[in-house]
């Protein structure tokens, strides 16, 4: 106990070189910068991810900041700024991207674009994905610069386009032709959860690792004619009977090292029904129960658990008389970092168990498996000991992202990337977050987010 409360004093005693902040003040900077970069359209397609370069360029050079844009693609630019250390230690990296997803705007009760504060949140496209990141790595930034925190590594900040979709523009670019500009030793960008319950934080967690995006098409073909006929090769009936297969196909539990750390410290940490179902997960007398449990109640932690596939896109058919010559459906498989895609999609195939369907592999880029980031660096302890700084009683845990980010690219050339994400309740997440009909943030998880990452850069960063 004595050597711990030793490590913590010397903890504190080694970052006070970096400055105290008067987080009040920030708060009206920051959230003008928020709703200004939401309010900038970057709906990819087509991206034009380039506003927001020029938006960023601006803030940054007018407090002395350097910054260069890379531009692979037309109005789709990187944009990299840095400030230098004395380079006794290797750079960190601070990264998030400028592009979101689309929006059906009818489904919106406000301006998607129009970062409408309502009932104390900010609400838009790209409130939580990825423009609270981007809000917070610049002001991040800005403090860094204002401050003249002596620091012992360059801090890059870089502002990445072609997140969201096919990856060439951005991070690939980044990394096959301009990886000078971001070799770092650390990486901290969007992709953890920091669960919010009654106001309070309960749980973080940092994600090491990830899935990695696998898509295919089913397509079939069956012969067209009037719908007063019916055709025993009707491709939409074969179609609807292959995607309900994969729909309801439950595919094989598998743990790796950063789920089954996981699950270990979430049972550690959670009620006793729940640690007994986290703790079950490998009982052979009890799995199917709690796996059925979990896909219907906690289906994140379902998808922790395995290779998920979801039909996502149904098209066939133009008119309501006739029988279509063709349909298609996309599968959205995110496949664990281990899995044999060559064997998977055979098994695949043998479940939908119909010869006239088709299965295509769609090109999804170049997110492949690569090693989790460790849990043993300065900087995943430097986010762990922020986190029960800032967030006292809540668990700490490593986890592996269901979804993708561009750490995949980074991962790979050997920068230890690391995912965070700010406070949001289940509630939110499930109803408001990243792609959804309605995303919003609140403006305190905003200004709480910003404060933590401050105090984790500083903390790596900062001259001790």
């Known amino acids: 106990m004595r050597l711990l409360i030793a490590l913590a004093v010397f903890a504190g005693a080694a970052s006070a070189q970096a400055p105290t902040i008067d987080w009040e003040k920030q708060k009206a900077e920051a959230l003008r910068h ?24 601006k803030i940054l050079e007018a407090e002395g900041i350097p910054t260069k844009t890379f531009t692979l693609e037309a109005n789709r630019g990187n944009l990299v700024a840095r400030i230098k250390g004395n380079g006794s230690k290797r750079p960190l990296l601070l990264m998030a991207h400028t592009d979101v997803v689309g929006v059906q705007r009818e489904k919106w009760p406000v301006d998607p674009f129009g970062a409408v504060l309502k009932d104390g949140y900010v609400w838009g496209r790209g409130t939580a994905d990825d423009k609270d990141k981007l809000a917070t790595m610049l002001m991040t930034m800005l403090l860094l610069k204002r401050s003249g925190v002596k620091l012992d590594r360059d801090v890059i900040f870089l502002a990445e386009a072609a997140e969201e979709a096919k990856t060439t523009a951005g991070i690939d670019f980044m990394v096959e032709q301009h990886f000078d500009e971001i070799a770092a030793e650390f990486a901290i960008t969007e992709g953890g959860r920091t669960r919010l319950e009654n106001g309070k934080v309960t749980a973080m967690t940092i994600a090491t690792a990830e899935k990695v995006p696998r898509r295919v098409r089913l397509v079939v073909n069956g012969t067209s004619g009037h719908g007063s006929i019916p055709r025993v090769d009707n491709a939409l009936v074969h179609l609807a009977m292959a995607v309900g297969k994969l729909g309801t196909w439950q595919t094989p539990m598998r743990l790796n090292d950063t789920t089954r750390t996981y699950f270990e410290k979430l049972a550690a940490v959670s009620p006793p029904e729940k640690a007994e179902r986290y703790n079950g997960l490998m ?34 058919g133009f008119q309501q008389n006739v029988i279509p010559s063709q349909g298609e459906a996309i599968v959205d498989i995110r496949a664990l970092p281990d899995e044999d895609m060559t064997g998977f999609n055979t098994d695949m195939t043998r479940v939908i168990g119909d010869p006239a369907i088709r299965v295509e592999p769609i090109d999804t880029g170049n997110r492949g498996p690569a090693a989790p980031s460790r849990t043993d660096t300065e900087m995943y302890r ?20 269901t979804a993708a980010t561009d750490m995949a690219q980074l991962r790979a050339k050997g920068i230890q990337s690391y995912g965070i994400d700010p406070p949001v309740s289940d509630e939110d997440r499930t109803n408001f977050g990243w792609h959804s009909d309605v995303e919003r943030m609140s403006e305190a998880s905003l200004y709480s987010f910003l404060q933590f990452t401050w105090t984790a850069v500083t903390q790596v960063a900062a001259s001790k």
């Open 34 to 57: 928020y709703r200004a970069l939401i309010q900038i359209d970057t709906s990819n397609p087509p991206g034009n991810e380039t506003r927001a370069v020029e938006y960023l360029k």
């Open 283 to 316: 009982n052979p007398q009890k799995t199917a129960a709690i796996q059925q449990y979990l896909a219907l109640n906690e289906p994140e932690h379902y998808s922790m658990l395995r290779t998920s596939v979801v039909p996502t896109i149904i098209n066939g």
């Open 382 to 401: 430097a986010l762990e000991q922020t986190a029960r700084q800032l967030y006292p009683g809540a668990a700490v845990m490593p986890t592996m992202l």
